[in-house]
């Protein structure tokens, strides 16, 4: 937690659950990743947290935006963004998202589809286009699936189709999966990106950009290598595929600037324990339909800090406040927490600042979405 939100924290006593994010905070990572990577430019993945006060710090610090809808778009371009400066990203896209992106200046678009090409060409003529190609997502907490992404020998005869229908075939790009903690998947998908670069120039279609997507991890739990470690095995594998001819390299960072700007403030609305079972249940005011969707699978798992830290721990299962049986935090991941903890104790959900709010539901058992506070 940074000095300032636990200044927030001390002063305000802001009403539970609510999210306290820390501006500042993402200004100093967003420079940490431009030192790490000098040569690639910063695209924030914006779902990981749309926030205005986010968005135009960003503005100013140089930032490029990945969008995946036209009200992300929208948010963008209304906190100060030029319209160059934002890819629709989503290969995913709804024909009047792409004329409202189109028509408000936007001119680079991702796809990895035949259909989704034809849907570009007819309603973003002559837009930068690049396809998303498929990579493995082994080292990620939080894969991405299959669900985007095509084969190498397909984004070759889509980025050929590109240019007959009009379109300028720009680049490629993967994703290595969300919360990637393995330099090396980087390194394999940079080898898969250089060898359709050698093909397609075959075949008379020079790709300009190489998309490397998001990923970069933060610390939860568990320690991560430091961004400096991703940026030295990217460069590495960009000049070890591409020499001297690096083609305009793009980052989609969003969990890495966002993640640990910001801290969720819980209170703890009961403990019990079930008959003899040491394990207690700890039950708070936000849960998986509060927010915390990344615990889906005890996939993404947060630190906790309590008011009783130091103390005498105990096994736990942690659950969200709801009448939902799927509202569980975290039943298999061997959580601890202190046994002083009680009903009333106030807890902090450290490195929330990512994949959270936008998460929250709308009023499922009437619980309001989650508060925000941007400092
Ligand atoms: C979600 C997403 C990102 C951001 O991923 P992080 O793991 O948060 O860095 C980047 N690019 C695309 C296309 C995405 O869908």
Not at 75 to 104: D, H, M, W, Y
Request: with cysteine.
């Amino acid at each position: 937690m940074t000095p300032k939100v636990a200044r927030f924290l001390a002063d305000h006593q802001p009403a539970t659950p609510c999210l306290v994010l820390d501006v500042d905070r993402v200004e100093s990572n967003f420079r940490a990743l431009r030192v790490a990577l000098p040569l690639a430019r910063i695209y924030y993945a914006v779902k990981a947290n749309p926030a205005a006060p986010i968005l135009q710090r960003l503005v100013g610090l140089g930032s490029s935006f990945d969008a995946a809808s036209a009200e992300e778009i929208d948010a963008c371009l209304e906190a100060g963004a030029q319209p160059a400066r934002v890819s629709f990203g989503n290969t995913i896209k709804k024909v009047s998202a792409i004329r409202r992106a189109f028509a408000a200046g936007v001119r680079l678009f991702a796809f990895d589809s035949d259909e989704e090409l034809d849907k570009l060409a007819a309603h973003a003529p002559g837009a930068r286009v690049y396809c998303r190609i498929l990579v493995e997502n082994t080292g990620a907490d939080w894969p991405l699936s299959r669900k985007f992404g095509t084969t190498l020998e397909h984004a070759r005869a889509l980025m050929i189709r590109a240019g007959e229908l009009g379109l300028d075939p720009y680049g490629l790009s993967f994703h290595v999966g969300s919360q990637q903690t393995d330099t090396t998947s980087y390194e394999a998908a940079i080898g898969r990106v250089a060898m359709l670069f050698t093909d397609l120039k075959d075949a008379g279609v020079n790709l300009r950009m190489c998309n490397l997507g998001g990923g970069f991890p933060t610390s939860y739990r568990d320690d991560v290598p430091g961004i400096d470690r991703f940026g030295s095995a990217i460069m590495g594998a960009m000049t070890q595929h591409f020499g001297n001819a690096l083609p305009e390299m793009l980052i989609e960072p969003g969990r890495f600037l966002v993640a640990d700007a910001g801290v969720v403030r819980s209170e703890v609305v009961l403990v019990s324990r079930r008959g003899t079972d040491p394990v207690r249940w700890v039950y708070l005011d936000i849960g998986r339909f509060g927010g915390l969707a990344e615990t889906e699978g005890e996939a993404i798992k947060y630190r906790i800090a309590t008011p009783h830290d130091g103390g005498e721990t105990g096994p736990v299962a942690i659950a969200g406040p709801t009448c939902d049986g799927a509202d569980i935090l975290y039943e298999k991941s061997n959580y601890r927490l202190p046994v002083a903890l009680c009903c009333g104790d106030q807890v902090d959900l450290l490195s929330t600042g990512a994949y959270v709010t936008t998460y929250a539901s709308q009023r499922f058992n009437g619980f309001a979405p989650l508060a925000e506070h941007y400092i």
